[in-house]
């Protein structure tokens, strides 16, 4: 089955402990994004990749950061979480570009205290 | 720069009745417009988008959007709405600038009530 999937779906964590969201595709998909979903805000863009290596910043990029060292992984780090880090997270990949439909994963919900 | 808005938080119909979730868009240029839903509990999920052509745009689950260049508007719509529609809705605009990315509206929650 296509799919994106990611883990945790649920975490609460404490202030400034490294964590890692896996994020994994199974569609051979090039684009790959993280979005955060924030209540009146809709979902807005964190990072970015265009392919293997190729990754950029979206517009809420400050306190992540991501790697794409394989195509069908793209895993969101928060290195020193904050409490308005706290969010709903979806991953999301496309064949060749964000025109082209997007799959989301299920999300993850995150709690930093 | 692009923007999108979703001018209501809550659209609320009866089952059966015709249904309407509104987007008003700016953008320079042509626009690429995207509808996304959002089931509760669940990722979002493509309904349909317009690029070029027909104004009228046939996507997934019956759903239909029209695009008015005039009003500058993409309103998604349903003849007959359903209870299980009752979701979370975005709009999206591809940003012309740089990667195309989709800039998202802040959504609007349909409630289909029986």
């Known amino acids: 089955e296509a799919q994106v999937t990611q883990n945790p779906r649920y975490l609460i964590t404490v202030t400034g402990k490294k964590l890692t969201v896996t994020c994994s595709q199974n569609?051979?998909?090039?684009?790959m994004s993280w979005y955060r979903q924030d209540p009146g805000l809709g979902l807005r863009q964190i990072y970015y990749?265009?392919?293997?290596?190729?990754?950029d910043k979206g517009d809420v990029p400050e306190g992540y950061k991501v790697s794409r060292k394989e195509k069908r992984n793209f895993p969101l780090i928060l290195e020193s979480p904050s409490p308005n880090q706290t969010s709903l997270y979806f991953c999301?990949?496309?064949?060749?570009?964000?025109?082209?439909?997007?799959?989301f994963g299920p999300g993850t919900r995150l709690t930093v205290l | 720069a692009q923007s999108v808005a979703q001018p209501e938080d809550q659209v609320n119909v009866a089952e059966g009745n015709p249904l309407t979730v509104k987007c008003t868009y700016s953008v320079s240029g042509n626009p690429y417009l995207f509808w996304y839903v959002q089931y509760p509990n669940r990722g979002l999920q493509f309904l349909l988008k317009?690029?070029?052509?027909?104004?009228l745009v046939k996507g997934s689950y019956g759903f239909e959007a029209e695009f008015n260049k005039s009003q500058t508007s993409f309103h998604l719509k349903k003849p007959s709405a359903l209870v299980s529609d009752s979701a979370l809705y975005f709009c999206a605009v591809r940003d012309i600038g740089g990667t195309g990315k989709l800039i998202f509206g802040q959504g609007t929650t349909l409630q289909v009530k029986p």
């Open positions: 990749s265009m392919n293997v290596e190729v990754t």
């Open positions: 999301a990949s496309s064949l060749y570009s964000f025109d082209n439909e997007q799959f």
């Open positions: 317009y690029i070029t052509g027909d104004n």
């Open positions: 569609m051979n998909h090039e684009y």
